[in-house]
């Protein structure tokens, strides 16, 4: 079979498989969509546990409005023309929830915000979670200290716009996300993701999930500010599935649910071969892109091959995970470091570490080889070549081949 992955914003990549050695090519579900402001005006105007948004707009005081950053595919710009028919958007301030990521370019602002951007520029800004002023809301019963960038925490109203879809440790995007890490101190991101190390903290999982827990339980540090929430499920091509309008926690699960239908993708057996496409925009970096790979690795075989494609045109991100995979040819001996302390990014690596324990990790993008290499990752210059090579070593070798990598989350039905 023929396959033409994309690869970077407007690129791509050919790739054949041999019928008689493909499994299965996955993509996330086909649903039905709606015409996208219909949707958002039914979410806007039939709230769930909130009276509508008119009426939450009503009254003095400053809203502001938090939006999430370029890593994400969430459509900002239609929500907002869509808010526009109920107040003057001129009226808020905006903040984009960058968690610990830099913040975004003039092209990213331009991509979150459309054609509102020039008549909105000067009201936005990018949280910062080392720079910024932050306020002391509490601390959650794990002991992570709530401090909130001061522009959320001192205003009077916030309404989030956000998009749901699984997370590979903190179970789902979205919902007490926008919060934490969303527009968090650095210092309040690391001691929340230090539970991203545990077993239980994983795609999909939400009961006993310690990262997911620890978030609710910081957000009631803000729970009594007025908080409306827009969160939206996109379907594979990004266009808007569902919408769920209204309180911060039944929005969110309500938008749980459309994300199942959507991402979630059985599976009757794993596969030998597996290969996982970061899709624009999460091809960012390699930090980033490891979503990819996080979600391929319930499809694969003990011992094969994941060949994560992803352009990665920042670079490798952060690189305080990078040091540590860099430190040793040995994910044991890597897990067992990162045993003894932790700092922001140290997830990122054990997470990685451990797919390196389940097979070999080849990698398609546009860092230098040398950069993979040291990371125990193989780099190659074509997805068709990475496959030739595992194909050399098992001619047999069944392939999987998952579009959408970074949101798709393969499940097993069978035994395989």
Request: proline share 6%; glycine share 6%; net charge negative.
């Amino acid at each position: 079979m023929r396959l033409e992955l994309p690869y970077g914003k407007d690129g791509h990549q050919i790739l054949e498989v041999p019928d008689e050695n493909l499994s299965a090519v996955l993509r996330p579900n086909e649903v039905e969509c709606g015409e996208p402001q219909h949707e958002i005006r039914k979410g806007l105007l039939h709230p769930l546990g909130l009276n509508s948004l008119r009426s939450f707009l009503e009254g003095d005081g400053e809203t502001v409005i938090i939006v999430n950053d370029g890593t994400r595919p969430t459509p900002t710009s239609v929500v907002l023309e869509a808010i526009s028919g109920f107040a003057d958007l001129k009226r808020f301030r905006y903040l984009v929830a960058t968690g610990a990521h830099r913040p975004p370019t003039e092209p990213e602002y331009q991509m979150i915000f459309g054609r509102w951007y020039p008549l909105l520029a000067d009201r936005v800004k990018a949280h910062d979670s080392r720079k910024d002023r932050m306020v002391r809301l509490g601390r959650s019963k794990n002991g992570t200290e709530m401090l909130v960038n001061e522009m959320a925490a001192e205003a009077d109203k916030l309404l989030i716009i956000t998009s749901v879809e699984p997370h590979y440790f903190a179970g789902y995007t979205g919902g007490r996300k926008s919060f934490l890490p969303g527009v968090a101190a650095h210092k309040t991101i690391e001691q929340n993701h230090r539970l991203a190390m545990r077993p239980e903290a994983q795609v999909l999982r939400l009961e006993g999930n310690p990262v997911h827990e620890d978030m609710m339980d910081a957000i009631k540090c803000i729970e009594s500010k007025d908080i409306f929430a827009v969160q939206m499920v996109l379907d594979r091509h990004h266009n808007i599935y569902r919408v769920a309008a209204g309180d911060l926690h039944l929005t969110f699960h309500k938008a749980v649910e459309y994300a199942n239908q959507v991402y979630c993708v059985p599976i009757k057996e794993r596969a030998d071969v597996v290969v996982s496409i970061a899709q624009y925009p999460m091809d960012i970096d390699l930090y980033q892109s490891q979503k990819a790979m996080d979600n391929a690795k319930w499809a694969l075989k003990p011992g094969g091959t994941l060949i994560f494609v992803s352009e990665c045109r920042d670079g490798i991100g952060d690189r305080t995970y990078y040091d540590q995979l860099s430190s040793s040819a040995d994910p044991e001996e890597i897990l067992r470091n990162l045993e003894t302390e932790y700092r922001l990014g140290y997830h990122k690596a054990a997470k990685m570490a451990e797919i390196a324990k389940q097979g070999k990790i080849c990698g398609v993008t546009s860092l230098r080889p040398d950069d993979l290499s040291k990371i125990n990752i193989h780099p190659f210059s074509s997805v068709q070549e990475a496959l030739e090579s595992a194909l050399s070593v098992d001619p047999k070798a069944k392939v999987l081949v998952m579009y959408e990598g970074s949101a798709l989350v393969p499940r097993l039905t069978g035994h395989g």
